[in-house]
């Protein structure tokens, strides 16, 4: 199993400018979760999808923040217009069934906002 | 929101067992305790879970005392590979908010 796959790695963009994140969970799981890290606020929960539909977004910071999952292997989290306060690294874990199942995280997409 | 409190940092001789203690005075009937470690900017990487009884696998131990309030991560013998930042979680399996874990240094 590849593990969840985010892309990209590293996205440098100015601000105002859209940016989209993505995220290939590991086959089989229905739960899928994203984070954002920053030094001042540590590991942040945004959102979290079951079966494709989202359950909870009260973590996303503002209406520029918005995610999606039209399909159980791929899903993307938008930032439009981005600022520079934007700037952190955003993970993406996935899970199956959800309860008691560990979270197995991507290697993140470290975004900077300039 | 977190309901752990963890160390900010421990120090731990390469070789030796390193136990990183978790309180979780609010824990509920039906919430998990879970680790995790991060190593550098890496993903958080899952090390063990329970609910109830002590846990071991090829990672750590868990041990969870008889009240819940509060658990102990094992790492039998800690190598400088195992230096990383050590969350402790409570969860049903839904929702996983992270505090800010303990930074584990080990020293040769």
């Known amino acids: 199993d590849a593990g969840v796959i985010q892309s990209p790695r590293h996205e440098v963009t100015e601000m105002g400018q859209e940016v989209t994140l993505r995220c290939k969970p590991i086959s089989g799981h229905d739960y899928l979760f994203w984070y954002r890290q920053t030094m001042m606020r540590g590991l942040e929960l945004l959102i979290y999808f079951n079966n494709n539909v989202p359950i909870d977004d009260s973590g996303m910071p503002e209406d520029r923040f918005s995610a999606k999952m039209p399909n159980a292997s791929f899903s993307t989290l938008k930032i439009q217009p981005s600022e520079p306060r934007d700037s952190a690294v955003y993970f993406c874990?996935?899970?199956?069934?959800?309860?008691?199942?560990?979270?197995?995280f991507g290697n993140g997409t470290r975004l900077t906002v300039t | 929101d977190a309901k752990t409190t963890q160390p900010p940092s421990m120090d731990c001789a390469e070789g030796r067992a390193a136990n990183l203690p978790c309180n979780h005075s609010t824990i509920s009937g039906n919430e998990y305790v879970y680790w995790y470690r991060q190593i550098h900017s890496q993903g958080p990487q899952y090390i063990i879970h329970g609910l109830k009884n002590n846990e071991t696998n090829e990672m750590a131990s868990l041990i969870i005392t008889e009240d819940r309030k509060s658990s102990t991560l094992i790492l039998p013998h800690a190598t400088l590979r195992d230096t990383a930042v050590y969350y402790c979680?409570?969860?049903?399996?839904?929702?996983?908010?992270f505090g800010t874990g303990t930074s584990l240094t080990v020293i040769p």
């Open positions: 874990a996935s899970s199956f069934h959800g309860n008691s199942s560990p979270l197995h």
């Open positions: 979680i409570l969860s049903t399996g839904n929702q996983f908010y």
